[in-house]
Structures are given as C-alpha cells and as structure tokens.
Nanobody, 121 residues
Framework: EVQLQASGGGLVQPGGSLRLSCAVSGFTFSDYTMSWFRQAPGEGPKWVSSIGKAGGGAIYADSVKGRFTTSRDNAGHTVYLQMNSLKPEDTAVYFC??????????????WGQGTQVTVSS
C-alpha cells in the first residue's frame, strides 16, 4: 500500500519557522521526484518546491524562494520542507507529491494527505 504521511504543520507567528516532513512507503522512494504543493482556502493547489531523485537541485516557487528549503533522506524515505520567515500568506494545507518521471513525462504519481500550516499573530 502506497502511503505518503505529511506532518509538522501547526500554528506559528509571522517570522517563525516550521519543518514539514513527508514519510513514504509502498514504492521505491529513490526513483521518484518529490514535490510540495499547498492549497489556501478558496484556491486551487499551487506548486511550492521539487527535489530530484538524488536530492540535488531543488527548485522553488518565487513566492518561497530564499525562505523555504527542500531536502530528502532516501535511506529514511522522507522528504522535508524547512520553512523560515513565514508570512500570513503562507497559510495553507501543504501536500507532498511523488512523481515517477519517464522521458520527461510523469508516468506515475502519488499524493499524500495534507498538513495544515497557519501563520498568524
């Protein structure tokens, strides 16, 4: 059974930090590009960040660049999102995504359940 279990969300004040984790099982983690998406109330999902299979070359949406850092532990089957200098507009449900890319096409992907992040004073 494929599982992507996100955790680490919560309530934080503006300027604070949170670290999200997404632990996966049921597929070969190191074969998949891992991404984070977020969905704010009343909006569709938006891409936040992706990291390659080997853990290098993470890319970020402009809205989080310089504040968020994505990393992965292939041995531990976990991807992380370190979020610093949080702003109220970062408030959203954060989801992790696993994508198997074959010839530049997403051949298979899995989604985890979300974890709520609320940035408020």
């Amino acid at each position: 059974e494929v599982q992507l279990q996100a955790s680490g969300g919560g309530l934080v004040q503006p300027g604070g930090s949170l670290r999200l984790s997404c632990a996966v099982s049921g597929f070969t983690f190191s074969d998949y590009t891992m991404s984070w998406f977020r969905q704010a109330p009343g909006e569709g999902p938006k891409w936040v960040s992706s990291i390659g299979k080997a853990g290098g070359g993470a890319i970020y949406a402009d809205s989080v660049k310089g504040r968020f850092t994505t990393s992965r532990d292939n041995a531990g089957h976990t991807v992380y999102l370190q979020m610093n200098s949080l702003k109220p507009e970062d408030t959203a449900v954060y989801f992790c995504n696993a994508a198997f890319v074959w010839h530049s096409t997403v051949a298979r992907e899995y989604w985890g359940q979300g974890t709520q992040v609320t940035v408020s004073s």
